[in-house]
Nanobody, 123 residues
Framework: QVQLVQSGGGLVQAGGSLRLSCAASGRTFSIYTMGWFRQVSGKEREFVAAINWNGGITNYADSVKGRFTISRDSAKNTLYLQMNSLKPDDTAVYYC????????????????WGQGTQVTVSS
């Protein structure tokens, strides 16, 4: 089993920045891919970004390219999402996820999830 605990998030004005963190514990050796998703109430969970845990290869949704950066600190087993130039449309609950397959271009297959954290961007 893998446990994911998120931190960060909050309220920020449009154009501002926030950083989300996701600390992994348990059978972390089984993780190949980690990602960030977001969900607005009443809508499906949406892929934001993913990273190959060992090689650091990344993949982003078009809506966040150039504004968000996914990274990881393997020594700390921690995933990050640096969000810059935030827009009101970025308002959502953000979730980190992990899966045991090296498929960063496939948004399916995530087995483990963080508890979610609210990000609110005011106009």
């Amino acid at each position: 089993q893998v446990q994911l605990v998120q931190s960060g998030g909050g309220l920020v004005q449009a154009g501002g920045s926030l950083r989300l963190s996701c600390a992994a514990s348990g059978r972390t050796f089984s993780i190949y891919t980690m990602g960030w998703f977001r969900q607005v109430s009443g809508k499906e969970r949406e892929f934001v970004a993913a990273i190959n845990w060992n090689g650091g290869i990344t993949n982003y949704a078009d809506s966040v390219k150039g504004r968000f950066t996914i990274s990881r600190d393997s020594a700390k087993n921690t995933l990050y999402l640096q969000m810059n130039s935030l827009k009101p449309d970025d308002t959502a609950v953000y979730y980190c996820g992990a899966k045991t397959t090296p498929t960063i271009y496939d948004s399916a297959g995530y087995s483990y999830w963080g508890q979610g954290t609210q990000v609110t961007v005011s106009s």
